[in-house]
């Protein structure tokens, strides 16, 4: 099939599948979606890059309108279509909207700028000696617990050790921590503690790598600590799932946890001990909000901001009157992962499996060139997200690799590739067989998310059936945020592929999502190749930044080859905010703290 019937194709299906959402929804839903159905019709392709957006017109910062009153209280929305874990705690957490929920009460002791280099106007400063290894950190007096006791060098010294004991059961044990001098024996049990960390003084806290790198200042050193007066009698196995981080968490952040329903809402009151000074809000109310609803929970006034707009709702409802629209280049992107391997608990590192489903890079490849996501973009998104190319997203222009065009969108490349591969249609109806001549069944994997999850998916699978392929969604329906992580983090033998999405840090290293040794490398896929770049990306040869984009151009290269995963789309956040709101933003660099967003009325204004 030639690329334009193509493209009309994928038009065809948008349509049918956004009216029968629409037959679905009411309301002004109902309108939306037939709105955006109309847009795909293909007759009107000529004309289809109209109503198109840039992230490039937003701003991250809020426009300041009236005068702040003193006090009040402030709703945060959580958008998903399913309850927040309840891991509370940095140390332990997986989860994004986890990770929402904690931003409210607890922090990093350091802070970056907007080229994600830490600072010295976080909670703690640091110097760094000759020799790049040896970090000496020195946390402020007035930072304390929100119980009133002082956040110590001993407390950022057990979270280390927590992390790095054999009974930890979170994410966070990676390179990031093996790179500290004595943490590896420490983690064998061959000693009681890690020798290269040491408590100078109640408030400083020398830690000495192994290696020198430039990462160690963008992103790899660990800021969070964990109260050792609350957690320290603990067991290490018995800590993620305690009573102080599920239901009675602490932190030293702005606000204070005062009451949980779990999985559904958090309401916080302010922490007028704050080290940075009393917040200007008497109290926020984080609750989920279901993606179906986030328009109406905005208009009514039921909430002040969101975590994240579906950007496909947007041209609808660009001008609603009562909020504000931020924008900035997400760091994150969706992407379509293959299942390569399996993850060696006892040995800390993925095991590739030569044998799995999705062993043969021609068929990965085939994969990727099956799809348009060019087009996904500008008819579901309405530019807002757009095709992905290589997995250093845009968010760090310094080392995202612009001239490297991935795989293209080519159904006639993808065909040729399985037919040089072996995946031949046997007994000519239209599907490949695998290369033993038996049906070959793909099992995808996707998430339940807003009202485009479906079509989407649907999309992705229409396009792999159109060069052969038989791809059908996992038990036959999409799966809830925490179900498709357990199984994809478990390996579930029952995937072969998924789609997921990645919220990438502030320091560039993939090592923690695409590392041999990383829980987070959910794909499984290690080589040798791998392995010499990302240790050459954080070498002390590195610092010199030009060597360092070569090293990650030559990263992002391998892996448009090697494709244990593939970019589907790049991001924009947008966020509307209240006109009632004062100083917030959103993003890197903009020098505007929680503490300091104010109101200018008692309750939101309404449209």
Not at 195 to 200: A, D, L, N, Q, Y
Not at 227 to 233: T, V, Y
Not at 338 to 353: C, H, R, S, T, Y
Not at 541 to 551: P, S
Request: aromatic share 12%; net charge negative; proline share 5%.
């Amino acid at each position: 099939m030639g690329k334009s019937k193509f493209t009309k194709a994928l038009l065809a299906l948008m349509l049918v599948l956004l009216l029968t959402l629409a037959a679905c929804g009411g309301g002004d839903e109902e309108s939306a979606q037939n709105n955006d159905a109309d847009s795909t019709d293909e007759t009107t392709e000529d004309t289809s890059k109209e109503g198109l957006y840039s992230i490039d017109d937003f701003s991250q910062i809020k426009t300041n309108e009236g005068e702040a009153m003193e006090g009040g209280s402030f709703t945060y929305g959580l958008v998903s279509d399913t309850a927040f874990e309840g891991t509370l705690n940095w140390n332990f957490y997986s989860g994004g909207p986890d990770a929402e929920v904690l931003a409210w009460f607890d922090e990093a002791l350091l802070t970056w700028d907007a080229n994600y280099v830490y600072t010295q106007d976080g909670a703690a400063t640091y110097e760094v000696a000759e020799d790049g290894r040896t970090f000496t950190f020195t946390i402020k007096d007035n930072v304390n617990w929100h119980d009133g006791q002082p956040v110590t060098a001993e407390d950022w010294e057990f979270a280390h050790l927590v992390i790095g004991h054999p009974d930890y059961d979170g994410p966070r044990y990676g390179a990031d921590f093996t790179n500290i001098e004595g943490m590896e024996a420490y983690h064998a049990g061959e000693a009681d503690s890690i020798s290269g960390i040491k408590v100078i003084d109640e408030k400083t806290l020398e830690i000495t790598y192994i290696n020198s790198s430039p990462s160690l200042v963008t992103g790899s050193i660990w800021t969070y600590p964990l109260a050792k007066h609350i957690f320290g009698e603990m067991e290490v196995a018995e800590m993620s799932a305690s009573d102080a981080v599920r239901q009675n968490p602490i932190g030293f952040g702005p606000f204070k946890v005062d009451s949980i329903v779990p999985g559904e809402s958090v309401v916080y009151t302010k922490n007028e001990d704050y080290w940075r000074g009393e917040p200007n809000l008497d109290e926020v109310v984080l609750k989920v909000i279901n993606p179906n609803v986030v328009v109406q929970a905005l208009k009514s006034g039921d909430v002040d901001t969101v975590d994240s707009f579906p950007v496909n709702q947007f041209p609808d409802n660009a001008d609603m009157s009562n909020v504000e629209f931020l924008g900035m280049t997400d760091r994150a992107y969706t992407y379509i992962g293959f299942k390569l391997g399996k993850w060696d608990a006892e040995a800390g590192e993925v095991i590739p499996d030569p044998e799995a489903k999705m062993a043969d890079v021609n068929l990965r490849k085939a994969m990727w060139h099956a799809v348009d996501n060019q087009t996904v973009g500008e008819q579901f998104y309405h530019g807002l997200r757009w095709n992905a190319t290589t997995l250093i997203p845009p968010s760090h222009p310094e080392f995202h690799d612009a001239s490297n065009a991935g795989v293209a969108y080519d159904p006639e490349a993808a065909n040729a590739l399985l037919d040089e591969a072996g995946y031949e249609d046997v007994d000519g109806d239209g599907i490949r067989e695998d290369k033993d001549g038996n049906p070959l069944v793909i099992n995808f994997a996707s998430m339940s998310g807003d009202d485009i999850a479906e079509p989407l998916s649907q999309y992705y699978i229409q396009a792999w059936k159109e060069v052969g392929l038989n791809v059908q969604l996992l038990d036959g329906r999409l799966q809830e945020f925490n179900t498709f992580y357990d199984r994809v983090e478990a390996d579930d033998p029952a995937i072969d592929i998924y789609q997921g999405a990645w919220g990438v840090g502030i320091d560039v290293d993939p090592t923690g999502l695409y590392g041999r040794t990383a829980p987070y490398n959910y794909t499984r896929y290690a080589s040798e190749e791998n392995d010499r770049l990302l240790a050459e990306g954080v070498s002390e040869e590195a610092f010199d930044v030009d060597y360092r984009k070569d090293i990650y151009n030559q990263w992002q290269q391998l892996m448009v080859d090697e494709i244990p995963a593939f970019p589907t789309l790049y991001r924009a956040a947008v966020v509307p905010v209240n006109n009632r709101v004062h100083n917030y933003s959103i993003g890197d660099g903009t020098n505007m703290y929680l503490y300091e967003i104010a109101v200018t009325q008692e309750t939101p204004i309404a449209e």
